[in-house]
């Protein structure tokens, strides 16, 4: 279909000589089977493909680890003549269907380390959970898949010339964008949030020229597939409860879901707190929600020091979260993105792109903070761990809004420089936080929401 991230990191992957079996997770529909097929072409190597869904009677020889013979019936399935010494490509989809194929990455790492091997599959840790099975610790890659980031989507969508500007900007040039190009950007971004990254979402797009009824109906469409994969994860009975579950977490994106929260939703659905948060880790592992920590942002990772109780959460796709939530695209493109909605959309998009701003081999986490409530209410949105930094990240307007979460960020963690995202021009600013009798300077980077792919980039502000 298009290029993505993940194709580059495939063709890496493939060339490498310690290479072990690839696992790529991801939510249904962001584009793994494609990726690999695509990958696969621009290496110029064959794909051995074998769909498990189709081919359920492998699970007795995955069982019992039997290679050759599963090497054997690989070949016969596809027409291809495969030996553990082939330079093809092994690919192993739809691996849901067998999740012994999963344990047994194992013993192919052991036995047949020349051969390529990739396996994926939808929902699959949920059906490695359930079904217990054990992980080939030290014995596979993990790859995570996710919707397109805004820069896939312009590249996808052909806007050449708006890539060329992220390229170009830099901590010393991007002030130096004109207004007029920047309210061009910013009118991609919005392009971006009304359609989303999801693969065939993108695609309807550029066939239709965006039109909007029909990206809603492919919206529409996908946001009904994930719920008629509800019975998948538990008996009929449970998929109505489900459902309920999913619409009262799609209606708590972006704003802090704690056990009050929770007790609401169990409340409105008749079932208790312990369905719902059972309901909760099953569509995290579904990869159709993403929990937001809190870190005291002592340590790093910041992940060894978190909260557990409070959390916010993000939905997969902020163009799927505006067919889910029935937000009404016209309240989005008069409005300047940082309030459109109440301010839930921007910290979505936000959220959604930081996700992907780590190395796919690394499972996206995200994290953000406040204070004790003793010591003051403050909030900041995001964390950004780069090297041996952590940086405050707020979703904001650039004028006029208040900077006292950031304020108090810079004073307790002593931080030389924060970052407000929004849709005003880049900039940086030097300031000087205060709380009570303390102070320190720091430096403010205003940067638009087109620029935040390259956060990391301007972490290096000297």
């Known amino acids: 279909m298009f290029y993505r991230n993940a194709i580059r990191d495939l063709k890496s992957w493939y060339e490498r000589k310690d290479r072990k079996p690839l696992v790529v997770r991801g939510a249904r529909q962001v584009g793994k089977t494609t990726a690999v097929r695509q990958a696969a072409e621009e290496l110029g190597v064959h794909l051995v493909e074998i769909n498990l869904e189709k081919h359920t009677g492998l699970e007795p020889l995955f069982k019992s680890y039997n290679l050759n013979e599963l090497l054997l019936n690989f070949s016969f399935i596809s027409g291809q003549p495969l030996s553990a010494e082939s330079n093809a490509i092994l690919f ?14 194992r013993y192919f790492r052991e036995e047949m380390p020349s051969l390529a091997l990739v396996l994926t599959g939808s929902l699959l840790d949920q059906i490695l959970h359930n079904n217990r099975i054990s992980i ?7 790859y995570f898949m996710g919707p397109l980031n805004f820069e896939e989507f312009l590249v996808a969508t052909n806007a050449t010339q708006a890539s060329g500007i992220i390229d170009m900007a830099t901590p010393e040039t991007m002030h130096l964008i004109p207004e007029r190009v920047h309210e061009e950007m910013l ?14 979402c993108v695609k309807t797009a550029v066939d239709t020229g965006f039109h909007h009824e029909a990206i809603q109906r492919e919206q529409a469409s996908l946001v009904q597939t994930y719920k008629d994969d509800f019975s998948k994860y ?31 939703i169990a409340l409105g659905t008749s079932g208790d707190n312990r369905q719902l948060h059972a309901a909760l880790e099953q569509f995290l592992e579904a990869r159709l929600f993403y929990r937001v920590l809190h870190s005291n942002a002592d340590t790093i990772p910041l992940g060894s020091d978190i909260k557990t109780r409070i959390s916010k959460l993000l939905f997969i796709d902020v163009g799927l979260l505006l ?14 993105l940082e309030l459109a909605s109440r301010g839930i959309l921007a910290e979505q998009l936000v959220g959604q792109q930081l996700l992907c701003a ?3 081999y690394l499972n996206p986490e995200l994290y953000y903070w406040q204070p004790p409530k003793s010591e003051g209410q403050a909030e900041i949105d995001f964390l950004f761990e780069n090297g041996s930094a952590v940086y405050p990240v707020e979703v904001k307007s650039g004028t006029g809004s208040s900077i006292k979460s950031i304020h108090s960020f810079i004073i307790r963690k002593q931080a030389d420089v924060a970052f407000r995202i929004s ?3 880049p900039s940086v600013q030097e300031l000087t936080a205060r709380m009570g009798q303390r102070e320190k300077p720091f430096r403010l980077v205003n940067l638009p929401f087109y620029l935040l792919n390259r956060l990391d980039k301007f972490t290096q502000l000297r």
């Open 234 to 264: 538990a008996g009929r009975s449970d998929a109505l409860k489900l459902n309920s579950f999913f619409n009262g977490f799609i209606g708590q994106v972006g704003q802090q879901f704690s056990p009050k929260q929770a007790n609401e």
């Open 423 to 425: 849709s005003s021009r």
């Open 323 to 336: 067919a889910a939530q029935g937000i009404p695209v016209q309240g989005i493109l008069g409005t300047p």
């Open 358 to 360: 780590k190395p796919g």
């Open 187 to 200: 009118s991609q971004v919005r392009r971006y949030i009304v359609t989303g990254g999801m693969p065939y």
């Open 136 to 142: 080939p610790v030290g014995r596979i890659e993990q």
């Open 92 to 105: 192993l989809d739809e691996a849901q269907a067998t999740p012994s194929a999963y344990a047994c990455l």
